[in-house]
Nanobody, 123 residues
Framework: QVQLVESGGGLMQAGGSLILSCVVS????????MGWFRQGPDNDREIVAG????????YYSDSVKGRFTMLSDNAKNTFYLQMNNLKPEDTAVYYC????????????????WGKGTLVTVSS
């Protein structure tokens, strides 16, 4: 059974930093596309960042580009979202996800999801 567990969310002032972790069990991260998504209070879920299956491409949404960095550690079967210079509009529940199929992009078609971790950024 594949499980993803996020951690690292919390309350932060604008301008601060947080790092989210996603520990994956039941599936190795080797050659697996992975991504971070978020859903704000009045928004649909949106892609934040994704890494493709070969690790050759990393995608960032325009709203986080230059502030967020996605990292992975295959040895720990864990991937991360480093979030710097946080803004109030980054307030959302953040979800990690992986793609069970080969050659995924990390931005769509995700099959396994975590339950989410709440990030709240105060102004």
């Amino acid at each position: 059974q594949v499980q993803l567990v996020e951690s690292g969310g919390g309350l932060m002032q604008a301008g601060g930093s947080l790092i989210l972790s996603c520990v994956v069990s039941g599936r190795t991260l080797t050659s697996v596309a992975m991504g971070w998504f978020r859903q704000g209070p009045d928004n649909d879920r949106e892609i934040v960042a994704g890494i493709n299956w070969s690790r050759s491409q990393t995608y960032y949404s325009d709203s986080v580009k230059g502030r967020f960095t996605m990292l992975s550690d295959n040895a720990k079967n864990t991937f991360y979202l480093q979030m710097n210079n946080l803004k109030p509009e980054d307030t959302a529940v953040y979800y990690c996800a992986i793609d069970k199929d080969a050659y995924g992009s990390g931005t769509t078609g995700m099959d396994y999801w975590g339950k989410g971790t709440l990030v709240t950024v105060s102004s």
